[in-house]
Protein backbone atom coordinates (compact mmCIF):
# COMPACT_ATOMS: atom_id res chain seq x y z
CA UNK A 1 0.00 0.00 0.00
CA UNK A 2 1.55 3.34 -1.00
CA UNK A 3 0.21 6.30 1.34
CA UNK A 4 1.02 10.04 -0.51
CA UNK A 5 0.84 12.62 2.40
CA UNK A 6 0.09 16.42 1.32
CA UNK A 7 -0.88 19.84 2.53
CA UNK A 8 2.21 20.86 4.66
CA UNK A 9 3.26 24.07 4.84
CA UNK A 10 4.92 27.13 6.59
CA UNK A 11 2.13 29.43 8.71
CA UNK A 12 1.99 31.41 11.79
CA UNK A 13 0.88 30.42 15.71
CA UNK A 14 -2.88 30.34 15.64
CA UNK A 15 -3.16 29.25 11.66
CA UNK A 16 -5.00 26.33 10.12
CA UNK A 17 -3.74 23.73 7.82
CA UNK A 18 -5.34 20.47 6.29
CA UNK A 19 -3.17 17.63 5.43
CA UNK A 20 -4.19 15.12 2.84
CA UNK A 21 -3.40 10.90 2.68
CA UNK A 22 -3.85 9.52 -0.12
CA UNK A 23 -4.02 5.43 -0.74
CA UNK A 24 -4.71 4.44 -3.99
CA UNK A 25 -5.51 0.72 -2.81
CA UNK A 26 -8.18 -0.79 -4.13
CA UNK A 27 -9.21 -1.87 -0.41
CA UNK A 28 -8.74 1.40 1.02
CA UNK A 29 -11.71 0.81 3.14
CA UNK A 30 -10.06 -2.30 5.03
CA UNK A 31 -7.01 0.60 6.28
CA UNK A 32 -6.87 1.47 9.82
CA UNK A 33 -5.49 4.99 9.42
CA UNK A 34 -3.20 7.26 11.37
CA UNK A 35 -1.16 10.02 11.86
CA UNK A 36 2.16 10.20 13.45
CA UNK A 37 4.85 13.37 13.74
CA UNK A 38 8.35 13.68 14.05
CA UNK A 39 10.35 16.62 14.96
CA UNK A 40 14.17 17.29 14.63
CA UNK A 41 15.69 15.04 17.41
CA UNK A 42 12.95 13.78 18.55
CA UNK A 43 10.79 10.01 18.68
CA UNK A 44 8.10 9.96 16.62
CA UNK A 45 5.14 10.82 18.22
CA UNK A 46 1.39 9.54 18.00
CA UNK A 47 -1.21 12.54 16.75
CA UNK A 48 -4.12 10.36 15.73
CA UNK A 49 -6.03 7.44 14.35
CA UNK A 50 -9.30 6.51 12.61
CA UNK A 51 -10.99 3.11 12.56
CA UNK A 52 -11.58 1.51 8.56
CA UNK A 53 -14.92 2.76 9.03
CA UNK A 54 -14.47 6.14 10.49
CA UNK A 55 -16.67 5.32 13.35
CA UNK A 56 -13.71 5.17 16.31
CA UNK A 57 -11.08 7.88 16.50
CA UNK A 58 -8.18 8.48 19.03
CA UNK A 59 -6.59 11.48 19.37
CA UNK A 60 -3.24 12.51 21.41
CA UNK A 61 -3.98 14.62 24.32
CA UNK A 62 -2.05 17.20 22.97
CA UNK A 63 -3.99 17.74 19.89
CA UNK A 64 -7.26 16.95 20.84
CA UNK A 65 -9.53 19.61 20.47
CA UNK A 66 -7.18 21.31 17.82
CA UNK A 67 -7.53 18.80 14.88
CA UNK A 68 -9.75 16.64 13.48
CA UNK A 69 -8.97 13.18 11.50
CA UNK A 70 -11.43 12.32 8.75
CA UNK A 71 -11.54 9.94 5.77
CA UNK A 72 -13.33 9.31 2.49
CA UNK A 73 -13.11 5.78 1.64
CA UNK A 74 -15.01 6.92 -1.63
CA UNK A 75 -11.96 8.72 -2.77
CA UNK A 76 -9.24 6.31 -0.96
CA UNK A 77 -8.16 10.11 1.32
CA UNK A 78 -7.76 10.30 4.92
CA UNK A 79 -7.73 13.84 6.26
CA UNK A 80 -6.50 15.76 9.41
CA UNK A 81 -7.73 19.12 9.84
CA UNK A 82 -5.19 21.24 12.01
CA UNK A 83 -6.43 24.42 13.92
CA UNK A 84 -4.97 26.51 16.74
CA UNK A 85 -1.52 25.32 15.21
CA UNK A 86 1.51 25.94 17.86
CA UNK A 87 5.15 26.09 17.21
CA UNK A 88 4.71 22.56 19.16
CA UNK A 89 3.40 21.16 16.32
CA UNK A 90 6.09 21.99 14.10
CA UNK A 91 7.31 18.06 12.32
CA UNK A 92 7.35 15.97 9.43
CA UNK A 93 3.60 14.29 9.52
CA UNK A 94 3.61 11.06 8.16
CA UNK A 95 0.56 9.17 7.24
CA UNK A 96 0.29 5.18 8.38
CA UNK A 97 -1.80 2.08 7.61
CA UNK A 98 -2.80 -1.53 8.68
CA UNK A 99 -4.99 -3.62 6.91
CA UNK A 100 -7.87 -5.03 8.98
CA UNK A 101 -9.39 -4.08 12.81
CA UNK A 102 -7.43 -3.20 15.16
CA UNK A 103 -7.87 -2.27 19.14
CA UNK A 104 -7.32 1.23 20.51
CA UNK A 105 -5.45 0.49 22.97
CA UNK A 106 -3.32 -0.51 20.01
CA UNK A 107 -4.11 2.50 17.58
CA UNK A 108 -0.81 4.80 19.22
CA UNK A 109 2.05 2.36 18.76
CA UNK A 110 3.74 2.94 15.44
CA UNK A 111 4.98 -0.60 15.64
CA UNK A 112 1.13 -1.45 14.91
CA UNK A 113 1.37 -0.02 11.34
CA UNK A 114 2.48 -1.59 8.48
CA UNK A 115 2.43 1.13 5.42
CA UNK A 116 3.47 4.31 5.81
CA UNK A 117 4.10 7.28 3.73
CA UNK A 118 6.91 9.87 3.04
CA UNK A 119 5.90 12.96 5.17
CA UNK A 120 4.95 16.55 4.61
CA UNK A 121 6.61 19.14 6.62
CA UNK A 122 4.50 21.73 8.98
CA UNK A 123 6.56 24.30 10.24
CA UNK A 124 4.51 26.92 12.80
CA UNK A 125 6.15 30.16 13.56
CA UNK A 126 5.79 31.89 16.60
Known amino acids: VQLQASGGGLVQAGDSLRLSCAAP????????MAWFRQAPGKEREFVVA????????YYADSVKGRFTISRDNAKNMMYLQMNGLKPEDTAVYLC????????????????????WGQGTQVTVSS
Open 96 to 115: AARRGFITTESMPYWSTYVY
Open 25 to 32: ERTFSDLT
Open 50 to 57: ISWSGATT
